[in-house]
């Protein structure tokens, strides 16, 4: 029998209705056409449909656009603090089963995907970093700590502290302070670590690294890039730490040459690089400017890997990324020898996949070659997608060959 619902309630259009019934946990605000009095900000309220059907219940942003997220929409869940220890179970469960012996570096909270909106929560072996970028979650962020703090400890797993990467501006958007520093009192001395991913070691700022300090999205997608790079001259564009040109170094690469338009970038590149025994030449410039350059000078590659950051965060500029996505991409695949590889990414879940390959296809014809592909792959599995959400299929790695 369901329980009464004594949350604050809204209703929503019939179009939003279906969203949330075909599973997105999306309240948008223009979406809202009647709601009660005085919600508090960061607080449980029930959505309802036209006919005054329950959907769910999630946490209220009464400055987002993103007005409510749906947690879930049972009827008759008390979401409590246990509620939220058992999503942290399955979270953990899941990378278990999923990661196995790269279980001590990878991503154990993905927001919507694993029923905690607005949260993020990656393992760099004995710390974790944490970002909070919803309002409701910044409430329930305590339980959370403690129980990825508790189950972990269950697992055998020794955590020294979490670090907090509060510094996204949809904070701002969340009415939500931004700043970055140690969760309590007990803690480290330094925020950088070492992890050990494919078997090459890495020197990780958590203060200061992109993002919550690596990429941990890719790491399966480097690996499929050492399994083809021995023998073969590689061009890591946009290399940042050097990850995939470690790998492919650690491959068998002939030669290895990383480059980033980041003095500091190409730093950490070369000192992981001596950190792992592993030569690589770096090069510094801007992608857009380094490939026409290197064709110029009839330089040829065997491999050649585009990671570049997102071109694109909004709809409004997708236009403009796809010719800048299409510009390197073409410039890459003339760089190619007949038979050669490329890799290449795209991070913006503005770009869908569909689009991507176009836009491959057009580079292909507008580098005269032909192309066939050899493999399509997403981010690792510890970023799950969820088929309603198509936010969470950001990632895009392609290789092809030309052919």
Not at 348 to 364: G, R, T
Request: hydrophobic share 35%; aromatic share 10%.
């Amino acid at each position: 029998m369901k329980q009464n619902r004594t949350f604050p309630l809204i209703r929503v259009t019939k179009k939003q209705e279906n969203r949330i019934k075909n599973g997105h946990p999306w309240v948008y605000a223009d979406e809202i056409t009647d709601q009660s009095d005085h919600i508090a900000n960061g607080s449980f309220t029930d959505v309802f449909g036209q006919k005054g059907n329950y959907l769910g219940t999630g946490f209220y942003s009464e400055m987002s656009k993103i007005r409510v997220r749906i947690l879930g929409r049972n009827a008759n869940e008390k979401y409590d603090d246990a509620f939220f220890v058992r999503k942290v179970k399955y979270a953990i469960g899941y990378r278990l089963d999923t990661m196995k012996e790269d279980f001590g570096c990878c991503r154990l909270i993905h927001g919507e995907a694993d029923g905690l909106p607005g949260l993020t929560v990656d393992r760099y072996e004995n710390i974790l970093v944490s970002e909070v970028a919803s309002f409701g979650m910044e409430q329930h962020k305590d339980t959370v700590y403690q129980a990825l703090l508790d189950q972990l400890s269950d697992t055998g797993v020794r955590i020294d502290s979490i670090y907090e990467r509060n510094e996204s501006e949809l904070r701002i958007r969340e009415g939500l302070p931004q700043y970055k520093g140690w969760y309590g009192s007990d803690h480290p001395e330094s925020c950088i670590t070492e992890i050990i991913e494919n078997g090459i070691r890495y020197e990780v700022d958590v203060e200061n690294g992109q993002k919550t300090g690596f990429f941990l999205d890719q790491k399966y997608n480097r690996r499929a890039v050492a399994r083809i790079a021995a023998g073969k001259h590689v061009l890591d564009c946009c290399t940042h730490t050097g990850s995939f040109a470690l790998n492919a170094a650690k491959g068998g690469a002939l030669s290895v040459t990383a480059m980033d338009i980041s003095e500091t970038a190409l730093q950490m590149a070369a000192a992981n690089a001596a950190r792992n025994d592993l030569e690589i030449t770096l090069k510094q410039g801007d992608v857009f400017e380094v490939l026409p350059q290197l064709r110029s000078e009839h330089a040829h590659f065997d491999f050649i890997i585009l990671d570049p950051p997102a071109f694109t965060k909004s709809r409004r500029t997708f236009h403009n990324a796809r010719n800048g996505y299409r510009s390197i991409n073409s410039e890459a695949m003339k760089l190619l020898k007949r038979g050669g590889y490329l890799a290449t990414c795209s991070c913006s879940h503005f770009m869908p996949k569909e689009e991507f390959m176009k836009m491959l296809l057009d580079a292909a014809n507008d580098a005269g070659v032909e192309i066939r592909v050899a493999e399509v792959r997403g981010a690792s599995f510890d970023h799950p997608v969820m088929p309603a959400i198509p936010e969470t299929e950001y990632l895009k790695f392609v290789l092809l060959q030309i052919v």
